[in-house]
Every structure is written in structure tokens, then in C-alpha cells.
């Protein structure tokens, strides 16, 4: 927790404005770096009702970063376990959230016993958050590769 944001898990009432925030920080900073078929996927991908539901039910651990009563990022965790999102408000970047936001997300993971898998987390990561994720101790564990429009390189690391 900093003196500036704190974290929690999101409830469902704060869903839309989660995804949301994922929406605008992919529009502005990442979304020029795919193509259209990858942006509208990504798009669906937020949108997608079963994984409202999904969430729902428990099986889609979503965590967010509040400043006062607004989300200013995103971390959320599918079976794997993976990582399947890690967005922060552009204004609030490079102050420690992301960060804060994956240690909280695999202390989640740990501390659970989720089923959602306890020796090592996946990623997917974007060009833009590479340089980030090898910062945390992420290894890559294949090439950059491209799926439905998606650009991304296999990470991992492990968690014990």
C-alpha cells in the first residue's frame, strides 16, 4: 500500500470501469503497435460476458489500484496461473503501481491456494511491457510471437 493508492480486489459493481481502464491505457499506449484484427480481439476479450461471469464465480481473480475512489490500474489472473492483464493509468505510470499491483495479484495466488497453480506465473507480454516484466524477474520462454492480431512474448517466472 503507498500513501498515494491502495489495492483490493474489485467487486463486481467495479468491473466496467476496470475493463474500461484496460481499454484506455491499451488504446493510448499500446494499441498502435497492432493491428486492427489484434485490437478488435483485445476488445472482445474485455467485453466477453462468459468472462464476466467467470469473474463472477470466483475463477477470475481481478485486483485493481484505486487513487481516492478511482481505478487507476488493473492486474487480473486466469487458471495457469497466467496473467492476463497488467494496465495502469498513463498518469499514474512509472510511480511503482504495476509493481505493487503483480506483488499483491501473486500474494493473492499464494496465500489462496486458488488452485490457479503455485510454482511459477505466466505472461503474455506486450512489446510495451517487456522491458518491465524482465525488471521483476520474468524470463522469456519462447520468440515474440503473433496470435489473432495479439504480438506477445512468452514469460514465466517462479513463484517459490
Known sequence: MSGDYFIRMIERNE????????WSVFLECESHLYSIEGQENFKRFLDDETLYRVFLNGGYPVCAAFFGERIIGVAAVRSGPHLSLLFVDRTFQRRGVATALLGYMIEY?????????DEKLTVNASPVGL???HSRGFKDTGPEQIKDGILYTPMEIMLR
Do not use: K, N, P, V
Open 15 to 22: 468491473w466496467e470501469d476496470a475493463m474500461a481502464l484496460c
Open 131 to 133: 522491458d518491465f516484466y
Open 109 to 117: 495466488l499464494l496465500s489462496r491456494r486458488t488452485g490457479l497453480g
